[in-house]
C-alpha cells in the first residue's frame, strides 16, 4: 500500500482573524504557525518519508520546508494542490459570511455551490483526488509514503473521496492546523483511512 500523510498548513493571520485567504498571495505563517511546522518536522524526521509536495502558496511551502528539511528531501511544488479558487470571496471574514443567504448552501449542500468567479466543490475535490492518485502512481513500491502539505477543505474534500462519503457531508471532517490526515491507497483501488486531524505531540496548545 501507499502512504500519503495529508498536511494542513499552520497558522497565519488570516486563520487566527477567521478570514477565508483562498489564494491570496503575501499569506505567511504567524509565529504559532512555525511552531506547529517545527512540530511537524520533529515527528516525521525519522520515518521513511520519500517525497514531500506542497501547494505552491506561501504558507504551505513555509510549512513543508523544515519538515523536509528534517527528511533530507527537496519541497516539491505541485499546483494541483491548490487551496480552492474561492473567489471574491477571498479576504472576507468568516463572520460576514455567515450572513449570506448562500452560506447555508455552502455548510449543507456544497455539492451545489460554486463560489463567486470561482471552482465549484465537485470541481475542486475532482482536482485534488486527481492529483493525490497521480502522486500516488509516482510511489507504487511497497510502503511508500510521501507527504501532501496543503489546506483544509481540500484535505476534507479528500478524505470525504477516500471515504467513500457523499461530498455533501465533509464539512463533518475536522482538520486544524498542522495537522495529519493519513489515507492509504491499495494497487487495485482501495482506500483506507487511517487517521483523521492528528496533531504531532509536540504541537503547541490550540
Known amino acids: 500500500m501507499t502512504t500519503i500523510h495529508l498536511v494542513r498548513h499552520g497558522e497565519n493571520d488570516y486563520v487566527k482573524q477567521g478570514k477565508l485567504a483562498g489564494r491570496l498571495p503575501g499569506v505567511h505563517l504567524n509565529d504559532k504557525g512555525r511552531a506547529q511546522a517545527a512540530a511537524l518536522a520533529a515527528w516525521f524526521k525519522d520515518q521513511p518519508i520519500k517525497a514531500v509536495y506542497a501547494s505552491p502558496l506561501e504558507r504551505t511551502l513555509e510549512t513543508a520546508a523544515p519538515i523536509a528539511e528534517a527528511l533530507g528531501l527537496p519541497v516539491i511544488p505541485r499546483p494541483g494542490l491548490l487551496e ?34 470561482g471552482e465549484s466543490f465537485p470541481e475542486a475535490q475532482a482536482r485534488i483526488a486527481a492529483e493525490l492518485e497521480t502522486l500516488a502512481a509516482l510511489h507504487k513500491k511497497p510502503q511508500a ?10 484535505i476534507k474534500l479528500a478524505l470525504s473521496h477516500f471515504l467513500g462519503q457523499p461530498l455533501d457531508l465533509f464539512q463533518r471532517i475536522a482538520v486544524s492546523p498542522g495537522s495529519v490526515s493519513t489515507v492509504h491507497l491499495g494497487p487495485a483501488g482501495g482506500a483506507m483511512v487511517a487517521g483523521v486531524n492528528v496533531l504531532p505531540p509536540k504541537a503547541p496548545a490550540a
Open 84 to 117: 480552492m479558487e474561492i473567489g471574491a470571496w477571498a479576504g472576507k471574514s468568516l463572520k460576514r459570511l455567515a450572513l449570506r443567504k448562500d452560506w447555508r448552501i455552502v455548510q449543507h449542500s456544497p455539492s451545489r455551490f460554486r463560489f463567486p468567479n
Open 145 to 154: 509514503s510521501f507527504i501532501c502539505v496543503f489546506h483544509s477543505d481540500p
